[in-house]
């Protein structure tokens, strides 16, 4: 029940009906399998198995539903999770431990930045060490990060491979549930491709005033700035969240029934942390990044504290049992939201529920009904939108999954701009449509497409687009959204 309640103090809004959208949250209504939803097409296998299982589950319940039992599902996935670690009999330490382990700067970045399938498998850690230490149930504890795919699967086996006792069947089981990603990423045709400018890009980052080392010991320093709960600015705030997470790592180390693997874990995802932070580590990331694409997930360095938070947790919650303040859980599990309290109402409202425009639906059943090939190309070809009807609020473009149909192909752009930088595209079908797009006449037919969809833009970029496209039909053609036909 704690963790429900907190799920519901976190979301607030977001609760409400229709497609909480932000940053790498895309949920669209009715999505329909394609070849993106099984990594055959765009760039990396990062949305495998994840889209399909959204996809599948979606076709039970309306998609709205799927998205919000998936978010509230993480709070009380992990809570329980983090609370059946505490020894039984400590109920006050128990709700303490699950309480943080849900309600931290982790969560709360990861949460802002849309990155639902990462926080799933954080919140299957708990789940994750308990079947290790027990030497039982691992199959199904590992699910949520088996769902979460390509990074969550990562951190799950940096977490649990120190903890178990019997490596080999552990890394078995793990390498047994990463098969669908895995696969698609070595098998690949062409192979996998990652752009080591990434690794500068997406960099711990400062977000106190401890520098980029304080902020990852705070469990935040996420490289996003637009992923930062409001108030991180504040030195009271600041010393709070960093206070916290000190004295969770204090209390674990006097904990008397402390797993030392636990501790390795989260030394050596802290260390990949701090490594991110260093010139000679992050030349080092980019040697690997450059050596098989795959290594791209070692970019984003900051998750892997991921298993510190959890140690943080039951330090917390064993040192409220140690300090007599038991009897008082109830103050107790307030403390985490106190520290971090902009994390309350989706972010002091950064998370709201929209509903898309009937034109997206007006335009992906045009799409649907034309039974001549080709595929669909989006522009403009950036990656993020922010569209007016969302709240101007940056996000992943929706139009890669909203309009995915049979037997046609979405190609949107996968390059990623970061400040100045420039994280290059990972799918060829992408980098081959970049040059395409830069010819003064391009021939997006004979590229292979039949729909063109223009959902965002400048004024002047839309009059540009319009240009190009004086030779195709407009069927859609809404302030939201246009859909161009291409008869040649």
Known sequence: ??????????????????????????????????????????????????DAVVTALASVLPAELVQKAILLGIFVLGCSGAALLVPAGFLGARLVAGAYYVWNPYVAER????????????AGLPWVVRAVR??????????????????AMTVTALTALPVAGRRVRVGAVLLAVSLPWLLLALLRPGGLSGDPVGVDAFAARADG???AVGSLLSLGGIWNAGAVPAGYETVVGSVARLALAVAGIVGFVLMKDRSRGL???????????????????????????????????????????A????????????LTEKAGLGRWAGVMVLVPVAVLPTMAWGGAGALRAVSYPESWNQAREVIRRDPRPGDVLVLPFESYRRF??????????????????????????????????????????????????????????????????VDAGTPAERRRFESRLSGASLLVGTDELRLYRLDG
Do not use: H, K
Not at 111 to 122: D, K, T, V
Not at 269 to 287: M, N, Q, S
Not at 400 to 425: E, H, I, K, P
């Open 388 to 453: 007016p009807w969302n709240g101007d609020r940056a996000v992943l473009d929706p139009a890669q999954r909203y309009f995915a149909v049979r037997g046609r192909n979405v190609v949107a752009n996968d390059s990623v701009r970061v400040g100045n930088m420039l994280v290059g595209a990972e799918d060829t079908r992408s980098r081959e449509v970049e040059r395409v797009l830069e010819a003064p006449s391009p021939d997006l037919a004979a590229a292979g497409f039949r729909y063109v969809v």
């Open 1 to 50: 029940m704690l963790g429900l309640a907190l799920g519901c103090l976190a979301l607030g809004p977001a609760l409400g009906w229709g497609f909480v959208l932000v940053q790498d949250m895309v949920f669209v209504p009715d999505p329909a399998f394609s070849r993106f939803t099984f990594g055959l097409a765009g760039g990396a296998p990062r949305v495998v198995p994840s």
């Open 111 to 122: 949460l802002l930045m849309g990155q639902w399938a990462l926080l799933l498998g954080y």
């Open 134 to 151: 027990a030497g039982r149930g691992l199959l199904p504890a590992v699910l949520p990060a088996a769902v979460g795919g390509f990074a």
């Open 307 to 318: 298993p510190l938070a959890l140690l943080a947790a039951l330090g917390l919650g064993a």
């Open 209 to 211: 005033p401890f520098g």
């Open 263 to 305: 501790g390795v874990a989260a030394a050596i995802g802290f260390g990949i942390a701090c490594l991110g932070v260093t010139e000679p580590g992050r030349a080092a990331f980019r040697w690997l990044v450059g050596v098989w694409g795959g290594f791209a997930v070692f970019r984003d360095a900051q998750q892997f504290v």
